[in-house]
């Protein structure tokens, strides 16, 4: 602690401890510890636990119950087992794992159990109980995913469009980008937050370094993104079970916003870390091991997950009827929220067959692929637009950037299928050689820089004109610097344009001034 | 604990022969002389537990020990054991011996531990919580002195306890004061 604490401010802090000092006499259902070691303990008495259940040990320290057996329970430890010594008291709280969740979380960074660990003091604000296992929303409390989630990264956001309650996979090799498109999400979400509509988002660092960690924190900070952010943190140091339930309580909190009738979007960063923890933590419950040691149950730790993902009917009435739902929230439950979940996995030298990927790809309603080669010749973010997919999203994206991103799509895969031949360096007829320029300049295009999210009017503004050849001739070297003085010409000079392309409109008046503009200002760049 | 499972077997068996051969008392007072023996003489748990010693001399000492202080079913069952290379288990079926006699005759146990001895009136005071508050009207009271306590007692039923020790008030208050919201921990 810092050395400037004020004497009153000790006292309060202790004032305020002592007044919850406990006097009553309290019957507690105890049992004691048989064997303790590598983050398992086992338990004898304790004969009314349920499975799930949170217990505490002598020292503090709590575990949860994850095996019920004949004649032990076997607990897993959240913290070190240390402290813990054979014959210690375990005491039942009588309570499913659970954590405390509210508005005051905002611009948090909590543990797995909910608890702040930023040193910035208690959560505030009231807070309700969230159970971290809860089953997913049911068919008769959903709805088809309609609005769009704005990444604010083009290629994402015209290709491959993420709607609000779907799960949409991130998945590439380490050093891909990854976290950055996640993150690049998460900040272009503050526009949403300053027009007083905000999409709270949740970040989970599952098994991540802790300097990772506080890097994200920091970026986020940085570009005004916490205030609507809650971090959930479980580093690598952190024991197996803190890590592999870290997502529940993402999701937990997630589902607090979804369920009183907001927009919620969390990241899983990253899963097939989650996975290797629950492998650990079941391999010492000698759970049977199965493909590449994981237990059997290692699709459903992942399904019961992100089928969590959900958008809610926009009928209060129906939402309120909803199933498993927690009582503390009960009253205050409306419809029309959503929990878009874009869970991160990472694969090794690009195996998508490996087992973890494979299961993550068939749970979630797409994927977005990042690439090592294409993040090393200096295409950024490094998605492969050919084999990501959104299954829903399009559905979900604004009439204007549906219409144009219609033809990019067409005309990037001419371009990657013509790409080959235009190495051999051979004579090619007029109409392939543009489909290849064409197909470099909306690569040119859909690069774009880390933290820099794109509004959506001007993403469609730059990919128009771009998809109708107006700026084929602009040199490719010239191309950014050409979408950077475009783009602020039209906010600065046509705000009425771009709110028309905002609303979804492509109307005549548009497409005609951007024409216009985008012809007049290629000429310069031409000679 | 982690014979148990076998403990719990074989004790469960004795009390089912002990039982329909109407000999129940006499077997209970046998495992309870049993468990005193083992309780004041280490060096026969040790023995017991010594898987060098051969099991014929093992059962001879046991012979040696309670040929003629125990009942017959009792002693068959201790060949039975040596046969079956399960020496090392008696402890713990003498337990859980004691624990299923207790459950059959629907005694409850319960241990209470006390900076002091108790007198008599505090033991009956004792006896009638229990009694209520489990609806049984055995009660066995087991009482330990623990200087440690500073004051209250530690009452335990069952799987349940009642924590109404000073030691016990001061720990969970410094449980309180070490988690610190204001400290950060990443």
Not at chain 1, 499 to 506: E, H, N, Q, V
Request: net charge neutral.
């Amino acid at each position: 602690m810092s050395a400037g604490v004020r004497p009153d401010e000790v006292s309060a802090i202790l004032r305020e401890q002592l007044s919850n000092f406990k006097s009553d006499a309290e019957l507690e259902e105890v049992g004691s510890v048989l064997q303790v070691g590598d983050g398992v303990a086992r338990i004898y008495g304790l004969s009314n636990v349920q499975a799930g259940e949170l217990i505490v040990f002598e020292n503090g320290m709590q575990g949860l119950v994850l095996n019920l057996e004949e004649d032990n329970v076997g607990a897993v430890l959240f913290g070190d087992s240390k402290g813990i010594k054979e014959g210690d008291i375990v005491k039942r709280t009588k309570k499913i794992a659970s954590i405390q969740v509210g508005d005051g979380m905002l611009g948090r960074v909590v543990n797995t159990l909910g608890e702040p660990i930023d040193g910035k003091g208690p959560i505030a604000g009231e807070t309700f109980e969230m159970p971290l296992e809860r089953k997913a929303p049911g068919v008769i409390y959903r709805e088809p995913v309609s609005e769009p989630l704005q990444t604010g990264i083009k290629a994402i956001d015209s290709m491959i469009p993420v709607g609000r309650g779907q799960r949409e996979l991130i998945i590439g090799d380490r050093q891909t980008g990854k976290t950055a498109v996640a993150i690049d999400t998460i900040i272009n979400q503050k526009e949403f937050y300053e027009k007083g509509e905000p999409v709270f988002c949740i970040y989970v660092a599952c098994g991540q370094k802790a300097s990772t960690v506080a890097g994200v924190v920091a970026a986020l900070e940085r570009a005004g993104a916490m205030d609507y952010t809650v971090v959930v943190a479980a580093n690598a140091s952190d024991p197996a079970p803190m890590q592999f339930f870290s997502p529940f309580t993402g999701a937990a909190i997630g589902e607090f916003f979804r369920d009183t009738g907001r927009p919620a979007l969390v990241v899983y960063d990253d899963l097939s870390k989650q996975a290797v923890s629950y492998r650990e933590v079941s391999l010492l419950l000698r759970r049977p091991p199965g493909r590449e040691a994981y237990p059997g149950d290692v699709f459903y730790l992942h399904s019961r997950l992100l089928e969590r993902g959900a958008k809610i009917n926009a009928n209060d009435g129906i939402a309120r009827s909803m199933n498993d739902l927690p009582d503390s929230i009960k009253d205050m439950v409306k419809g029309g929220g959503s929990l878009t979940a874009l869970p991160i996995i990472e694969t090794q030298a690009n195996d998508v067959s490996a087992y973890i990927p494979t299961n993550v790809i068939s749970i979630t309603d797409g994927q977005i692929f990042l690439e090592t080669n294409l993040f090393n010749s200096g295409i950024r973010p490094a998605i492969n637009v050919g084999i990501s997919v959104s299954r829903v999203g399009g559905n979900a994206q604004i009439k204007s950037m549906k219409k144009v991103a219609g033809t990019l799509k067409l005309d990037q895969a001419q371009f990657r299928e013509l790409e080959a031949f235009a190495k051999f360096g051979s004579d090619l007829d007029a109409a392939t050689q543009l489909i290849i320029d064409r197909g470099r300049i909306n690569l040119e295009i859909l690069k774009q820089g880390q933290y820099e999210p794109v509004p959506v009017e001007n993403q469609i503004a730059i990919i128009y004109v771009s998809t109708k050849g107006y700026i084929d001739k602009v040199p490719l070297k010239r191309v950014k610097e050409f979408e950077n003085e475009f783009i602020t010409l039209m906010t600065a000079q046509y705000r009425d344009i771009m709110d028309t392309l905002r609303a979804g409109k492509l109307d005549d008046n548009v497409t005609d001034t951007l024409k216009n503009e985008a012809i007049n200002m290629a000429r310069k760049y031409t000679n | 604990m982690s014979d148990f499972r076998v403990a719990s077997r074989y004790a469960k068996s004795l009390i089912s022969l002990a039982e329909s051969q109407g000999m129940l008392e006499v077997v209970h007072e046998d495992m309870q002389l049993f468990s005193q023996i083992c309780e004041s003489n280490r060096d026969f748990t040790l023995m017991l537990k010594n898987p060098i010693i051969n099991h014929h001399k093992k059962l001879s000492i046991l012979k040696g020990i309670f040929e003629n202080r125990v009942n017959t079913i009792t002693m068959s069952f201790f060949e039975i054991i040596t046969r079956k290379n399960r020496e090392n288990v008696l402890v713990s079926i003498a337990t859980v011996f004691h624990a299923q006699y207790n459950q059959f005759k629907g005694i409850e146990m319960a241990k209470v531990s006390t900076m002091f001895t108790l007198d008599e009136p505090l033991r009956d005071q004792f006896k009638k919580i229990i009694k209520e508050a489990t609806g049984k009207h055995n009660v066995e009271l087991a009482e330990e002195v623990d200087k440690e306590l500073i004051g209250g007692y530690i009452l335990k039923v069952e799987g349940q306890q009642v924590d109404e020790s000073l030691k016990g008030k001061i720990k969970e208050l410094k449980l309180k004061f070490l988690h610190n919201p204001y400290i950060k921990g990443f």
